[in-house]
Structures are given as C-alpha cells and as structure tokens.
C-alpha cells in the first residue's frame, strides 16, 4: 500500500430533507452568500427558490450567481470571483452538479485572489508552474445529482476555452466546510443525467483500481461495494425517479467514492484525463457521459495484457464464477456483463453520437499526453515520446485505438 495521509474535513450532512439543515449552517458563516447555481435544473425543480427562501428565513442574504455551465471556464470563475466581491460574500454555496460545485469551489479560491484569474492556479505549463491555492471563502455544497462526488473533496475541474485545455487543480482551502447531500435533490434528474452519474461514480470507484498495482485490500473492497451498490440501485432510480431509498444509495455512492477512503493506490486516472482532453474540445458533452462511453473501452485495453484486476471486479461484482477459469477469460466475461448493464441503464453509446469526429482524435491523443503522459524515456526531455501510467501502461498507439474504439460505441 502507497503511503498517504487521510483527512476528512468536510462535515457531511446526509440524508432525505436534511436541506432544512442548511440555513443553520450558513448562519454560522455569515450573512452574505454567493448561491452558485448551473443553467436551470435547481431553478426549473424549485431548489433555487427554496433554499434562497431557507436562507432568508435566517437572516443570510443569497446573490444568485447562474447559469454556470456544463465543463465551468474560466471566464466564469472569473465572472463569479467579482459576483463575490460586489455582493461581499462570506462564503460560497453550491447548488448543483459537479460543473456548479467545481465553479463554486474555484470561485471561492479566484474571490481572494485580487484579481488573479484563476487560470494562474490551475495551468499545466513546463515552463511556469501553477500557483498553489492559500486561501478560499467557505464553501458549502448542495448537490443535486448523484456523480461528480465534488462535495467533499478538495479538487474543482476548469476549461480553458483558449487552450483548449480542461484540467483539476486541488487545494486544500477547496475542502468545502459543508457538504448537505440530500437525495431528495437528486430526483429530479432525468435518466440520460441519472445514468451518467452513476457512470462517473463508477470511474471514481474504478480508475486506481483497475490502474494501481498496489496491494490495497480494503480499498478494493470500498471500490467493488461502490459499483455493486451503484449496480444494485441505478436501474431503480431510472424506471422510478423517486425511489428515495434508490437516490440515496446513488447519492452515499457519489460522496464516499471521492471521499479520500480509497487512497493508498498509487494509481491514475486514465479515463477521466480522455475525458478531460474531450470534453476540452467538445465543451457540450457532460462529464459523465464521455466517462460512460470510455470506460469499458479503456477496461478492455488493460484486460488485455493485465486482466488481474478486471477478473478480480468480474468476480466480484458481476457474478463471473470462481471456478478456476483463467484471468483473462474472467476478465472477457466480467466486461460483457458490464457492457450488457450499459445497454440496460442507456448509457451504452459511441462518441460520435456526442459529435465527436474521427479527425479530432489525433489532437485529443496529443493533448491527454501532453498534459498527463509520462516521458517514456525520462532523459528524452519535451520532445520524448510519453504514456499514460496504468496497470498497462497507455502509449500513443494505445490512446488512438482505445479512443476509436469509443467512437463506434
Ligand atoms: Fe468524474
């Protein structure tokens, strides 16, 4: 097991109508926030409404920062620092998905940060290192989909629309103080939005999992009792949006699955950095639907020349039998199975019914190397050729053929 250091600062306040606990919270922060909201679903549904009436009951004032958008840029994190500022907000509340937590959370960093756009703390560049995130308004979530788990970790994803680069920065001060998950929230999602959640959770369960090579046997476990709980409820949250027992598996799921309790794996996260390099150049595709279309493309990859892993989830979560059957065949079954529960849940499409196009890919395999690859030789310098670490280690050629594979669903 890779050595780490576990801390848990977010107070996670969990469960059906435990909203009404917000305000409380709030009042002990301040009396002027900033309400961080996405385009329409907290609006649409009445959340808007409801938790800005809850606030004022309790004497803090809320200025609706909206209409953040699917992948936040930077113009918008910027655009909400100066929210901030005008309104004097004491602290930050996100209400909904992943994209409105992560603006929230850098807008929190980009309100201290005296005009520095906020891109300053999330650049990739060789040549100018990032600055590092000191400070940060409080910052309380609300989600309202079960998915990106945003609320109680301390990393936010940005776009930059210039570079065309789509990257996670973490810090410390992102740590939000609050996380209310409450999955009454979370009904309204609609079952194209409740599939890619799940999927996402997945991938957050999976990705050191399947990448990591360490012996860690409490976080596989953590890891297969995510997927099997995510496996166990989604199809019921799809066929009755209101099964509150079914939201709230999903909505614990999300959380803990990006919660810190699988750290110790010195693994990566391959299919969230595709993902990132995609979505980058495709800004309307929602996270957890690229992550849906890469992830048994980026499984079959790795079963192929290191089907521990994916034999040992195949066992474990989807029924394939102990029966002495070799590791790679388990590995084929456990990935049919899983593919099989794509197709149920609707999740199971090709990136060209996302609008990716074949000429793109080349580009996407660039930027994903250049932004996560490792050199192959580490005195080639900047122009050696580079891989994705993973259990099978991803090169270039590996990158196109997963990425063309995904294409065609
Ligand atoms: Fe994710």
């Not at 907290?42 to 808007?48: D, I, K, N, P, T």
Request: hydrophobic residues 45%.
């Amino acid at each position: 097991m890779a050595p780490f250091v576990a801390r848990f600062p977010t107070r996670i306040i969990f469960g059906l109508g435990e909203v009404a606990r917000l305000p409380g919270e709030a009042r002990a922060l301040g009396r002027r926030a900033l309400l961080v909201t996405g385009r329409a679903t907290a609006r649409r549904h009445g959340y808007l409404d409801l938790v800005r009436q809850m606030l004022a009951a309790q004497g803090v004032e809320a200025t609706v920062f909206g209409g953040v958008e699917e992948n936040p840029t930077v113009a918008t994190v910027n655009r909400g620092a100066v929210a901030a500022g005008d309104c004097h907000a004491e602290m930050v509340i996100a209400l909904g998905g992943g994209s409105a937590m992560d603006a929230a959370k850098a807008v929190a960093v980009a309100a201290l940060a005296k005009r520095e756009t906020i891109w300053t703390f999330v650049r990739r560049d060789r040549k100018d290192s990032p600055r590092r995130a000191e400070h940060a308004l409080p910052i309380i979530c609300v989600p309202t989909l079960a998915g990106s788990g945003s609320e109680a970790n301390e990393v936010a994803v940005v776009s930059n629309p210039e570079t065309r680069e789509k990257l996670a920065f973490r810090a410390e001060c992102m740590f939000p103080r609050v996380a209310v998950v409450d999955p009454d929230f979370t009904c309204s999602a609609s079952a194209p939005q409740t599939a890619w959640g799940a999927f996402d959770i997945v991938s957050h369960a999976l990705e050191t999992y399947l990448s990591g090579t360490e012996y860690t046997p409490l976080q596989d476990r953590f890891s297969e009792a995510i997927v099997r709980t995510v496996r166990d409820h989604l199809q019921k949250a799809i066929d009755s949006p209101l099964d509150k027992p079914a939201r709230a598996a999903l909505s614990w799921c999300s959380t803990a699955a990006l919660g810190g309790v699988l750290a110790g794996r010195r693994g990566t996260y391959p299919i969230h950095w595709i993902e990132h390099a995609l979505s980058a150049h495709y800004p309307a595709l929602q996270h957890g639907r690229g992550i849906a279309m890469l992830l048994p493309h980026v499984m079959a990859f790795t079963a192929q020349k290191a089907p521990a892993k994916c034999a040992q989830l195949a066992r474990e979560v989807f029924g394939v039998p102990r029966d002495g059957a070799a590791d790679a065949d388990a590995a084929a079954a456990g990935l049919k199975a899983f593919i099989a529960w794509q197709k149920e849940t609707g999740a199971r499409e090709g990136l060209t019914e996302a609008g990716v196009s074949a000429e793109a890919l080349d580009r996407i395999a660039d930027d994903v190397l250049r932004l996560h690859g490792v050199p192959i030789a580490p005195d080639a310098g900047d122009r050696g050729e580079r891989l994705l670490p993973n259990s099978r280690p991803i090169d270039r050629a590996g990158l196109k053929s997963i990425l063309q594979a995904a294409l065609a669903g």
